[in-house]
């Protein structure tokens, strides 16, 4: 039983996080343009700042205010998680469009900040609004409804999402420093209106199950 619900956090913390990482952000602008002068393994080396910025947080959920909430409290973040997830999912099918276009059409970033990968996986992390409404949103309603079946299991839902970011931005960095892009406009814009669609339906799943922990297997 264990076995199987770290399986489903890491399935479900890769999937609401794969959401996140397709749609284009500084991040993404950055690891591609590291891509075309230094090769593929920039994009690895741009998620472990990104990592090292969520560690931080994480554990400022996982050892914070997961001890202080009580289920009253949880009852309450997961349905404000909830609405916040269905409000992403409707911005992502909103701007699909858009995002996929700049996010296929891009070449170079004029972001000059610095030239090391960890660090400016770092810096355009936390300079970037989206992360920190997305931690003291959803982000933290997940974690912590997670956290209610056990610190394994809330770990394996941070594991599955910081693997989503490492897979997705290892491909894109691998597809630009070979000098193609990895998805055409159309692909990308349809991906991306599937990951709005899951997130508005989560959302709404989330915010029914606040009484229970998630069991989705």
């Given at each position: 039983?264990?076995?199987?619900?770290?399986?489903?956090?890491?399935?479900?913390?890769?999937?609401?996080?794969?959401t996140?990482?397709?749609?284009?952000?500084?991040?993404?602008?950055?690891?591609?343009?590291?891509?075309?002068?230094?090769?593929?393994?920039?994009?690895?080396?741009?998620?472990?700042g990104?990592i090292?910025?969520?560690?931080?947080?994480?554990?400022?959920?996982?050892?914070?205010?997961?001890?202080?909430?009580?289920?009253?409290?949880?009852?309450?973040i997961?349905?404000?998680?909830?609405?916040?997830?269905?409000?992403?999912?409707?911005?992502?099918?909103?701007?699909?469009?858009?995002?996929?276009?700049?996010?296929?059409?891009?070449?170079?970033?004029?972001?000059?900040?610095?030239?090391?990968?960890?660090?400016?996986?770092?810096?355009?992390s936390?300079?970037?609004?989206y992360?920190?409404?997305?931690?003291?949103?959803?982000?933290?309603?997940?974690?912590?409804?997670?956290?209610?079946?056990?610190?394994?299991i809330?770990?394996?839902?941070?594991?599955?999402?910081?693997?989503?970011?490492l897979?997705?931005?290892?491909?894109?960095?691998?597809?630009?420093?070979?000098?193609?892009?990895?998805?055409?406009?159309?692909?990308?814009?349809?991906?991306?209106?599937?990951?709005?669609?899951?997130?508005?339906?989560?959302?709404?799943?989330?915010?029914?199950?606040?009484?229970?922990?998630?069991?989705?297997?």
């Amino acid at each position: 039983m264990l076995t199987i619900e770290i399986f489903r956090a890491l399935l479900l913390g890769f999937t609401i996080g794969l959401t996140g990482a397709l749609v284009p952000g500084p991040m993404l602008f950055a690891t591609i343009e590291l891509s075309l002068k230094r090769g593929w393994f920039a994009g690895p080396e741009v998620v472990f700042g990104h990592i090292l910025a969520e560690l931080v947080v994480t554990m400022l959920i996982l050892f914070g205010a997961a001890s202080l909430v009580s289920s009253g409290t949880i009852s309450a973040i997961s349905i404000i998680g909830g609405f916040s997830l269905a409000v992403f999912g409707l911005l992502t099918v909103k701007g699909a469009k858009a995002a996929a276009s700049s996010g296929a059409s891009l070449e170079a970033s004029d972001l000059k900040l610095t030239s090391n990968p960890i660090a400016l996986g770092l810096i355009t992390s936390v300079s970037n609004p989206y992360f920190w409404i997305w931690w003291l949103t959803a982000g933290s309603a997940l974690v912590l409804k997670e956290h209610e079946l056990g610190i394994l299991i809330s770990v394996a839902f941070i594991l599955g999402h910081w693997a989503a970011d490492l897979s997705w931005f290892t491909a894109v960095s691998v597809s630009f420093s070979r000098g193609k892009a990895l998805l055409s406009v159309r692909t990308h814009k349809m991906i991306l209106y599937a990951c709005g669609a899951f997130l508005v339906i989560f959302g709404f799943y989330f915010m029914l199950s606040y009484n229970n922990p998630i069991q989705l297997s």
